[in-house]
């Protein structure tokens, strides 16, 4: 019966909040605790959906941070292979940079190899989170980026495992970043 207008609400649909307060539904009883109160269902496809809260969504951009110092620098652009329906892709990486003001690009091609080192180039990505897999894969596809490609990667957050030590060498010599 009733709608709220944010922000660019016509004039003629402004009310006053305390106006609006008593024309609320007295059939649910309201919440004590926002803040934990779940706010968003993720289901990634590998485990049951698991509800996130306020607090946990706004929380989500310290390992974010952790895992990229010094986010965000005068040219930092952000991107992952990680779907934005799961958690990975929604909570290390797009909520966050969004969070804090920052561009993302967005790529809905799905995940290939050297398609991702020359997105990478092409847009100046400077910090991206990327699982091994992913990244060993790269490292197969194209194990000389830099001799097509200008990569200036600032930052890069590793999902899952740790890189094996012949990875690690490559993500230095080759992308100039260490696995966050």
Known sequence: RHAIGIEAAPDAWLRDWAALRPLASTRYA?????????ALLLDAGTAAARPYSHKELAQAAEPFLAAHPGYPQPGDLFWSAADWSGA??????????WQLGQPVVAWGGGFAAAAAIELIAKYDVRNARLTAQELEAMMAAVPRP????????????????????ALAVWLERELGVRAA
Request: include cysteine.
């Open 146 to 165: 830099g001799e097509k490609h200008d990569c200036r990667l600032r930052t890069l957050a590793m999902g899952g495992t740790l890189p094996a030590p």
């Open 88 to 97: 990975a892709g929604l909570l290390e990486g797009l909520l966050p940079a």
């Open 30 to 38: 309201p919440l004590g605790g926002v803040a934990d109160a779940p």
